[in-house]
Nanobody
């Protein structure tokens, strides 16, 4: 079984920064695309950013030039550096990873979510 454990959320003032981390563990054979999504109260979950195993990235327009996604393949970990945060970034942030485990098919896994609140 695979677990994705997120950390790094919290309360930050507008204009501030945070870095989220998400570590995958388990009987992992390969990790393909990893990403971050977010869900604000009363809204649908939306894509924030993704990164392939080769390092190609994709960002939502609303976060481009403010957020940076990266990964450490040796640690099975994906990061999201968030700068110039605004109240509109307030949401629960979820980690997602496309993983192939030993003796299993490729499966999409999700973390439990970490709250990010931007407020003065």
């Amino acid at each position: 079984q695979v677990q994705l454990v997120e950390s790094g959320g919290g309360l930050v003032q507008p204009g501030g920064s945070l870095r989220l981390s998400c570590a995958a563990s388990g009987r992992i054979w390969s990790i393909y695309t990893m990403g971050w999504y977010r869900q604000a109260p009363g809204k649908q979950r939306e894509l924030v950013a993704t990164i392939t195993s080769g390092g190609s990235t994709n960002y939502a327009v609303s976060v481009k030039d403010r957020f940076t996604i990266s990964r450490d393949n040796a640690k099975n970990t994906v990061y999201l550096r968030m700068n110039s945060l605004t109240p509109e970034d307030t949401a629960v942030y979820y980690c997602d990873a496309d993983i192939k485990c030993q003796y299993a098919r490729r499966t999409d896994y999700w973390g439990q979510g970490t709250q990010v609140t931007v407020s003065s």
